[in-house]
């Protein structure tokens, strides 16, 4: 499972663009990349998943440049509800490993009004 | 569907005592997961499931014990609790494989506060 690396944390104000980029060096060729938000007292919720170029949803969209050592969550337009922890995952969806999650400390992303 | 529920919420034990944390999801998941979270730091794998009957263990097992006897029921079981242990437990579900894209999002419960004296 590749190792990411991602800020600490993050500052912002309503209503602007917030990119949380992710470094993963060591992405294999199986491994997906996916992110996963959490707020204080609750478990992580799925936000966007992807493998190459962009990936696009109701609430973020995803970069993945073509050498995948990198990705970059994107988030428009952030409210003060949009206040959490940001999990960047790299691993294999396959059935061998488990569907396995590794977390890191995630990006904290405060949203001030 | 209440998804992925846990039980207790919120538990105190003495340093030697032991309990059991229950999981149970109403997808139909055939994966399943027991996380624990620190102050202050992501989730680490405890031990997961892939099917009825099976377990593995994950990057912190030792001192938790896990049976999945019911494909919707995943049990956490700490033999003699320590300090250590001390932490909030997620359980989480998927589907494990399959033809929906997203067949790999883990759906997480509520959690579970246990603090041990």
């Known amino acids: 499972l590749a190792k990411t690396t991602q800020p600490i944390s993050m500052d912002s104000y309503e209503g602007q663009e917030v990119n949380i980029t992710c470094s993963h060096n060591n992405i294999a060729t199986n491994d997906y990349i996916t992110w996963y938000q959490q707020f204080p007292s609750q478990g992580p919720r799925f936000i966007i998943q992807g493998y190459k170029t962009k990936v696009t949803n109701e609430v973020a969209s995803l970069f993945i440049p073509a050498d995948r050592k990198s990705s970059t969550l994107s988030l428009p337009r952030v409210s003060l509800s949009d206040t959490a922890v940001y999990y960047c995952l790299v691993g294999d969806r396959g059935k061998n490993q488990g569907g396995k999650l590794i977390f890191g400390q995630g990006t904290e992303l405060s949203v001030k009004p | 569907n209440a998804g992925v529920t846990q039980t207790p919420k919120f538990r105190v034990l003495k340093t030697g005592q032991s309990m059991t944390l229950l999981c149970a999801q109403d997808?139909?998941?055939?994966?399943m997961y027991w996380y624990r979270q620190d102050p202050g730091m992501g989730l680490r794998l405890i031990h997961y499931s892939v099917g009825e009957g099976t377990t593995a263990k994950g990057e912190v097992p030792d001192g938790y014990n896990v049976s999945r006897l019911k494909k919707q029921n995943f049990l956490l079981g700490l033999e003699s609790a320590a300090p250590s242990q001390t932490s909030v437990y997620f359980c989480?579900?998927?589907?494990?494989?399959?033809?929906?894209?997203?067949?790999?999002?883990?759906?997480f419960g509520p959690g579970t506060r246990l603090t041990v004296l």
């Open positions: 989480a579900s998927s589907l494990g494989q399959g033809r929906v894209d997203r067949y790999n999002e883990q759906f």
């Open positions: 997808m139909n998941h055939e994966y």
